[in-house]
């Protein structure tokens, strides 16, 4: 079983920075892509800023291209997102997840319905 912790959240004002990470622990040896989600109050999750194992191949959603780096450690168990120039549109409950796929596409990538596994996640308000 594998578990998925995030941490990183918080409140920043506008034009600000966080950065946000996850961890997956357990059994591990199966991870393929992990993505980072987020759900606005009232709305559905969607992908933000999902990342291949190796690292090498990430996927941006249109609103957050030049402001969001997504990357990942050696040893693919630890994602970070640096949330750079953060908007109040960025508030919302950022969600880790992983599935075992060592391919997809950018669409596949991006989509909820990919992914099997989700950690709790963690809430970032960026106030004006």
């Known amino acids: 079983q594998v578990q998925l912790e995030e941490s990183g959240g918080g409140s920043v004002q506008a034009g600000g920075s966080l950065k946000l990470s996850c961890t997956a622990s357990g059994a591990t040896s199966n991870i393929g892509y992990m993505g980072w989600f987020h759900q606005i109050l009232g709305k559905e999750r969607e992908g933000v800023a999902p990342i291949s194992p190796g690292g090498n191949r990430v996927y941006y959603t249109d609103s957050v291209k030049g402001r969001f780096t997504s990357s990942r450690e050696r040893g693919k168990r630890t994602v970070h997102l640096q949330m750079d120039t953060l908007e109040p549109d960025d508030s919302a409950v950022y969600y880790c997840?992983?599935?075992?796929?060592?391919?997809?596409?950018?669409?596949?990538?991006?989509?909820?319905?990919?992914?099997?596994?989700w950690g709790q996640g963690i809430q970032v308000t960026v106030t004006s």
């Open positions: 997840a992983t599935k075992s796929a060592l391919a997809m596409t950018e669409l596949q990538a991006l989509s909820v319905d990919y992914y099997g596994l």
